[in-house]
């Protein structure tokens, strides 16, 4: 492949050359195709794949949430959960992913916690290694992502994280590490400095360690308008700048080129990246027979396989849907389950009460540039209904409202002014008021990036609303810009809105709500609301909101009380929202929004047959939970997520995924809480004392501890064996186990690691076994020696102390069931110890992590 990249790099001018390296628009590289060169599509993002709009009308797949494919605790699964995207990804065009998001779980306030996998680093890695895969296996790009040092969001665009080396390496490395050896084929540069020194422009870290040590030979691109200088980023090994076409190349780095600023050796190796990158995802004519282009499948922007277009060539499945109900119910966690309460027998439930802010409306993903527009999302409440059949009496009742903005206008309710059709009229006007084009929409929160017609000065969105309640309603206008808000000719509101501290995304996931009232008569409303863009980025966002009269909110608690009162057995759906766990910010605490505390004692009182589910991307306070029955933590569990919820209430899938973070008991608890910058700077100073080994050096006991999941059965842990594989470079561990309770299971069997230096043990190595009740089963843990090394600052290299070591096999990092002793002998492990005398006969680094499929 090389050569004849190499050749058809030799036909490009500077220009040419340079040009292919900032972006063509938001969600592009431009064609060359004097060289076969396609245009290469990028798209977010871990959720799923949204495309290059943001519009309800191009539906794709919603996955459950990364902290929820990392509970399976099972690179298969986030193969399985890769593998799916990628083919998406195929069919509407995408060739390059921005996914994964590798950071950790370093507090639990971090605003996109929940699109991070784990607080562990070689959970994150193993996890990390067989989602790149499954994306990759389907010839798309995956990016790891933000590199490195970006575990928070306040101030996100400037931090500086003073991370030492030795903390770098063992601590937030090892999943770039992963990815690196797996052969991703792309990462991102983070926003943040780490050491004084902007992501995009540290040649330490791009250069130095990803690229020459690492061996990393895919393209690093910016995070979105990360890039800020134009030599430094360039000579620093920065491949690509996004968005486009604006940024600091162009036409600067060539002027950098021509001055001797920049040699245009580092330019062509940026070049052979972007075109090895392009071969590899089939947007290469040279090598279209070894990689098929991406987009010759269907390509018709479908929401699941069985709509994704002709058919014949969609690389989707047919059964998507079904693959993503089963993985979110899979990665569900039993945190508590007092005298067997679940799972539930429908036949033996006359009446249930399903309650709840979360029943009615599921949380199926965070906010932000994650976001996906699925073709639906299916509530709780739709799947406990479906699968308890008509059989039980369902009673709903919400109990709380918890959403901060008031609701969008839907279908049911919006008419377009000029047919009367469903939806509402959004129009683009020029300056001088022209309409330039304008169309139907069907949600009435709306985002452009980079995609209004060219010339648009303000959006104007026109909607004649049924009212079928007289009374007062209240409507609102959120965003960032100018606005003018009419009412029909009842009110009217001519308002600027905040956009904060110039991040886009803040407008998007945190807008400013300005609110009327109107007291209306059954019938029809007008509203027209017009919109300023920015003209700088092509940006509008902004979202209009209707809510008409309602209970009160004591009405609506006493409501969901009494239901629960009546049931044989109640639900209650608590959790957070879009709008609280997000990019772009952080969280100030870990409690439920609004009254849902409340709720789920008052329920707990009134009914103690109760099933607490929690829909979270992240940990929040249970302050009740010692009085729950049971607690089922559900994550966001995508679009299909109210039949996997069902699905694991009544155990047709066992719910059995293991906590990827500590829950603590109490915010306070946290070893990390704060994510807000001192002077600028985040200091990571606790080192490695976070997560569950931060817990155990402060002897703080957490609510739910790391590994923690009960499954819907009980485990006997029999015996280990513990071997050295010289060969190998591994340590192989086997468990033997007996499913010791009365219904088939499986169990994450977890290995952890007493270092010499007395720090609180860590993981090293997991497996998972399945056996029906009454059977046998054996777990291997394969743990690579680079695992079990410490990084040696003073020696610069990876390197295992000689010694005795226990090991420490269990059910989560405070359920230890057996202790292994197992010896190692001393030395370098990776390129140094060829030199050294510790049997080590490669020369390379060895491999991270050790996924192996097992049998079950
Ligand atoms: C996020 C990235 C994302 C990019 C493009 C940024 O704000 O940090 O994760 O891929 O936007 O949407």
Redesign the pocket.
């Known amino acids: 492949m090389e050569t004849t990249l190499d050749e058809l790099l030799g036909r490009l001018t500077l220009e040419q050359k340079v040009g292919l390296l900032t972006g063509k628009d938001f969600w592009s590289l431009a064609p060359i195709p004097e060289i076969g060169l396609r245009e290469l599509k990028l798209s ?2 871990p959720n799923g794949i949204r495309g290059t709009a943001w519009d309800e009308r191009e539906t794709s797949l919603l996955f459950p949430n990364p902290t929820a494919l990392a509970a399976t605790w099972d690179p298969a699964q986030a193969r399985r959960a890769g593998s799916l995207m990628g083919a998406q990804a195929r069919d509407l065009g995408i060739g390059w992913h ?1 996914a994964p ?1 590798v950071n950790l779980h370093r507090s639990p306030l971090g605003g996109r916690h929940f699109e991070c996998y784990s607080e562990d680093p070689v959970l994150t890695a193993e996890i990390t290694a067989g989602f790149v895969d499954g994306v990759q296996e389907q010839g798309v790009a995956s ?1 790891v ?2 590199y490195i040092g970006n575990e928070s969001e306040t101030d996100r665009m400037s931090y500086d994280a003073r991370i030492s080396d030795k903390t770098l390496r063992e601590v937030y490395l090892p999943p770039f590490e992963a990815a690196a050896h797996t052969g991703a084929w792309s990462v ?1 540069a983070a ?1 943040n400095s780490v050491d004084g020194a902007s992501m995009t422009d540290n040649r330490p870290l791009l250069t130095g360690l990803l690229k020459d040590e690492l061996g990393f030979d895919g393209v690093i691109v910016s ?2 308008t990360a890039a800020r200088s134009t030599e430094a980023s360039a000579n620093a090994g920065l491949d690509v700048v ?1 968005p486009g076409p604006m940024g600091p190349w162009g036409d600067a780095l060539v002027a950098a080129v021509r001055a001797g600023k920049v040699a245009e050796s580092v330019i062509d190796d940026k070049v052979i990246r972007v075109l090895r990158l392009a071969a590899r995802t089939g947007h290469l004519e040279a090598f279209d027979a070894d990689f098929p282009a991406v987009g010759s499948g269907a390509g018709s922007g479908a929401g699941s396989g069985s709509d994704s277009g002709s058919g014949a060539t969609a690389a989707t499945p047919d059964d998507a849907e079904a693959q993503i109900r089963d993985l979110a119910a899979r990665a569900m966690v039993v945190l508590r389950n007092e005298g067997g309460l679940l799972p539930l027998d429908p036949a033996a439930l006359a009446r249930i009460a399903v309650i709840g802010p979360n029943a009615g409306l599921l949380t199926a993903q965070g906010g ?3 976001h996906v527009n699925p073709r639906h999302v299916v509530s709780p409440l739709t799947g406990i209904t479906e699968a308890f059949g008509p059989g039980t009496v369902v009673d709903f009742a919400p109990g709380v409202l918890t959403q901060r903005l008031l609701p969008q206008l839907t279908d049911a309710t919006s008419r377009d002014p000029e047919t009367g059709a469903p939806g509402l009229r959004v129009e683009y006007l020029s300056a001088d008021g022209t309409v330039l084009g304008s169309e139907i929409r069907h949600v009435s929160r709306l985002v452009f990036m980079g995609t209004l017609p060219s010339g648009t000065a303000s959006v104007r969105v026109r909607v004649n609303v049924l009212i079928s309640e007289p009374g007062r309603h209240r409507f609102s206008v959120s965003g960032a810009g100018s606005f003018t808000l009419k009412v029909g000719d009842i009110a009217s509101l001519s308002i600027a809105l905040g956009g904060e501290d110039g991040d886009p ?1 803040v407008a998007l996931v945190k807008p400013p709500e300005r609110r009327i009232e109107a007291e209306l008569a059954a019938g029809t409303t007008a509203l027209e609301l017009t919109a300023s863009v920015d003209s700088a980025f092509g940006l509008a966002i902004f979202g209009l909101h209707h809510e008409p009269p309602r209970p009160t909110d004591d009405e609506l608690f006493a409501a969901a009380v009494a239901a629960a009162r009546a049931a044989d057995v109640a639900v209650v759906c608590v959790g957070t929202t879009d709008e609280v766990e997000s ?1 772009g910010f952080d969280r100030t605490d870990l409690k439920l929004p609004g009254r849902q505390d409340a709720l789920v004692a008052a329920v707990l009182a009134a009914n103690p047959r109760t099933v607490v589910v929690v829909n979270a991307g992240a940990p929040v306070e249970m302050p009740w939970r010692d009085e729950a029955a049971a607690i089922l933590w559900a994550w966001f569990p995508g679009q299909e997520g109210g039949h996997a919820v069902a699905d694991a209430l009544t155990g047709a899938v066992e719910p059995g995924g293991r906590l990827p973070t500590t829950f603590p008991a109490t915010a306070a608890d946290a070893p990390v809480l704060s994510t807000t910058p001192v002077d600028g700077t985040i200091d990571y100073a606790e080192g490695a004392l976070f997560g569950y080994r931060g817990y155990r050096a402060a002897g703080t006991v957490p609510a739910y501890p790391f590994g923690h999941g009960l499954g819907y059965t009980t485990w006997e842990y029999q015996d280990a064996t513990v071997a050295v594989n010289e060969t190998d470079c591994l340590v192989d561990v086997q468990v033997r186990l007996r499913n010791s309770g009365g219904r088939a299971g499986r169990e994450v069997v977890q290995v952890y690691l007493a270092d010499e230096d007395g720090l609180p043990p860590r993981l090293v190595g997991f497996g998972h076994v399945g056996a029906e009740a009454g059977r046998t089963a054996t777990a291997l843990v394969e743990i690579p020696r680079r695992i079990l090394a410490r990084w040696d600052e003073a020696a610069s290299a990876w390197t295992v102390a000689p010694g005795v070591r226990s090991l420490l096999i269990g059910r989560s990092a405070s359920d230890v069931r057996l202790t292994e002793e197992v010896t190692l002998r001393g030395g370098y492990v990776g390129p140094r110890s060829a030199a050294s005398a510790m049997n080590v006969t490669n020369s390379a680094i060895p491999a991270i992590t050790a996924t192996k499929e097992h049998s079950e």
Request: hydrophobic content about 35%; overall charge negative; glycine content about 12%.
């Open positions: 977010d993002g921005l998001n990016t992502k933000h991102m926003y995070d979105w996004m932000g540039s994650a995304i990019e």
